[in-house]
């Protein structure tokens, strides 16, 4: 028993380290945005740059991924992509300019990219047994933690001025996991059973994904101002996936076994993920923004409260794990998974410009928390029943999934940055045209604050001082309001998912 065992724990290992790795960069560098921009001096355009980069790097890399362990085995497949991964981590960590870092996150993704994918997949490699859902387990704790620690960590990190250390983490992290991976097998797949990648459509394929992913980054930036050719770039990138898409379904050695997908309980799985994702996208966008630059709190109070309201994920986690051996059918975990998210969008939507952490926003963070473990784990072991035959059709089918999980997630941020900034001028110029500056009511809180500079400077520069502290203000409430709106509307979406979860008759 105990040779056996030390096989099965370090699969195991693996298993969760390869998700957490994932889900802990990526996290970290979502919550750095800022730091990380200002030391490597990128515009907020170049850094857009560099996330579609990335994001069209790792679509590719997870469409070839079984493609990859066809020809290299288990174990040297991980093993490359953890190395990938150590190297682009350096390469961002040594970076000093704009070029070495997008060079660096772009290596990252050659390896970070086919994680989730190979975790999964890894799990077929446990004989059909109770033991597969350890290995479910540990995917999902992975998850978890990945994503409840990262916040934190990288405020932390920031706190400190040492953003270089994320991507050494990573790094060290990648290097670590390689001894475990001796226990994945070595095997190749037969010439004769081996899927093809041509080389036209993955020129498709990257193309489109590039181009539809720098578009929806850029749209914050261009949105108005050039919608033309945004426009004309997402049509072009949408018709290069669809002639991906197209050309796949209809090879008779395809990489992607896309006609085996056209499944009811797959597709309306696939719905789901992509809307998590999307929320996740978005969320992950917004949240960090309310408590830094709406409620002025720092990085480390912002990275804390962040990461403790995810922490309810865990404690999620390990409640849903012990529940679905003995109540499997998924209704109830939709329901109580799209409550969480309504109620904690509604929590946020009554957010006031000085509202109490420990008592309103910690909550809504932890139902955030609550719902993320309790839709993407349910949802991950009903959406595959009906692809589950073949291997290869299981492959390609969270292959595909994970694709559109970076494309979900980068028109969330889309959403939520595109929303925030017309509503934002919205409100501005509603909040603007309100203040009148012989109304009692301003000249008093300007006579406040030109007091309070006057201690400091004279009284024509604390009189300047003065206007400019309102305007920031006005842009800070601006903000707020355009904050709460976007998460009444979230809110909205919830409730609509509850009715939506009652009353499907798919995934059951």
Known sequence: MKPAAKPKALLMLTIGALTSIDFLQNGM?????????????????????????????AVVVIALQRWMVERMGWRRYV?????????????????????????GRMVMALGCAGMLTSSRLAINLIPPSPARFLGIKALATGICCGTAIAPWLAA????????????????????????????????VVAPAQRSDAHPVRLVALSVGSFLVLFVLQRSYYDFYADRLWLVIGAVAGAGALLAFVWTESRSARPLLRLRSLVEPRYLSGLALFTFCYVTLGSNGYLLPIVLQRSLGHSWATAGQFYALGLAAG?????????????????RKYFVAGFLAL????????????????????????????????????????????????????????????????????ALGVTIATVGQQWLTTLHYSTLHGAINPASPQFQETHARFTAAFSNSMDPVRAAESATAQIAQVLAQQSALLANIDYFRALAVVGVLAIGVSKFQKVLR
């Open 29 to 57: 560098v979502a919550f750095a945005t800022a730091p990380i921009m200002g030391e490597i001096g990128a515009s907020p355009e170049e850094y857009s740059t560099i996330a579609a980069a990335y994001a069209s790097v």
């Open 79 to 103: 093993q490359g992509a953890l190395g990938a991964a150590a190297i682009g981590a350096i390469l961002c960590a040594t970076a000093e300019s704009y070029p070495g870092f997008l060079a």
């Open 156 to 187: 932390v990190i920031v706190t400190a001025d040492r953003w270089p250390l994320i991507f050494w983490l990573v790094a060290a992290a990648a290097l670590a996991l390689l001894p475990a991976t001796g226990v994945l097998p070595t095997a």
């Open 314 to 330: 865990v404690a999620t986690w390990l409640t849903i794990s012990r529940l679905l051996p003995r109540w499997p059918s998924p």
């Open 342 to 409: 309504a109620a904690s969008a509604w929590l946020l939507s009554r957010t006031t410009p000085a509202p109490d952490l420990w008592g309103h926003i910690l909550p809504a963070l932890a139902l955030y928390g609550v719902f993320i473990m309790t839709l993407m784990p349910v949802t991950a072991m009903q959406t595959f029943n009906g692809v589950m035959h073949d291997e290869s059709v299981f492959s390609h089918a969270q292959q595909t999934k994970n694709m559109l999980g970076q494309l979900g997630q």
